[in-house]
């Protein structure tokens, strides 16, 4: 399987993905790394780590099988994402996870061959981690759940409903 296509996997196109390429895998064992600025004790990382970790599953993917997963939580101390990004570029993973924007700027900053998967951030193009969303380009890519080009769209979308408004 080409490093490419687990990022697709990963990123979210998995669910289309056929899983015919996992009779080639043989028994390797892929590393995903997970960069996080968040507590892994808080009850939301939790809920979205365990959903993670169902996803992977129902695509073939299983930490007793053909999966291991490195997390790093920097928690409150956000200066630690840089020494966890060395850890988890260290170990080597195949693909890391960067939940949030501190924690694509470490990684880019470490790494320009490593596949970076983002989530959680907003403005990926104007943060300077992509080149644009249709062809990011370069080691990293993933979803925003706000596309600033559209804020205009719907500013106007509120003022119709709302033409009194003032803004």
Same mark, same amino acid.
């Given at each position: 399987?080409?490093?490419?296509? =687990?990022?697709?996997?990963?990123?979210?196109?998995? #669910?289309?993905?056929?899983?015919?390429?996992?009779?080639? $895998?043989?028994? @390797?064992?892929?590393?995903?790394?997970?960069l &996080?600025?968040?507590? !892994?004790?808080?009850?939301?990382?939790?809920?979205?780590?365990?959903?993670?970790?169902?996803?992977?599953?129902?695509?073939?993917? &299983?930490?007793?099988r053909?999966?291991?997963?490195?997390?790093?939580? #920097?928690?409150?101390?956000?200066?630690?994402?840089?020494?966890?990004?060395?850890?988890?570029?260290?170990?080597?993973?195949?693909?890391?996870? #960067?939940? !949030? &924007?501190?924690?694509?700027?470490?990684?880019? $900053?470490?790494?320009?061959?490593?596949?970076?998967?983002?989530?959680?951030?907003?403005?990926?193009?104007?943060?300077?981690?992509? #080149?644009s969303?249709? @062809?990011?380009?370069?080691?990293?890519?993933?979803?925003?759940?706000?596309?600033? !080009?559209?804020?205009?769209?719907?500013?106007? =979308?509120?003022?119709?409903?709302?033409?009194? !408004?003032?803004?």
């Open positions: 399987m080409k490093r490419r296509e =687990f990022i697709t996997f990963l990123g979210g196109a998995a #669910a289309m993905w056929p899983l015919t390429a996992r009779a080639q $895998q043989g028994h @390797r064992i892929r590393r995903v790394g997970v &996080s600025p968040y507590p !892994s004790d808080d009850p939301e990382v939790k809920d979205r780590i365990v959903a993670f970790r169902q996803g992977m599953q129902e695509h073939g993917w &299983s930490e007793d053909n999966l291991q997963i490195d997390y790093r939580w #920097a928690g409150a101390d956000r200066a630690r994402l840089g020494s966890y990004a060395a850890e988890l570029l260290g170990e080597p993973p195949d693909v890391i996870l #960067a939940v !949030s &924007s501190p924690s694509v700027a470490a990684l880019q $900053q470490a790494t320009n061959t490593i596949p970076i998967v983002f989530v959680g951030i907003g403005d990926p193009v104007g943060q300077g981690f992509v #080149a969303l249709a @062809r990011p380009g370069g080691n990293i890519t993933g979803f925003t759940a706000f596309e600033f !080009s559209i804020g205009e769209k719907w500013l106007g =979308f509120v003022k119709g409903l709302a033409p009194a !408004s003032h803004g």
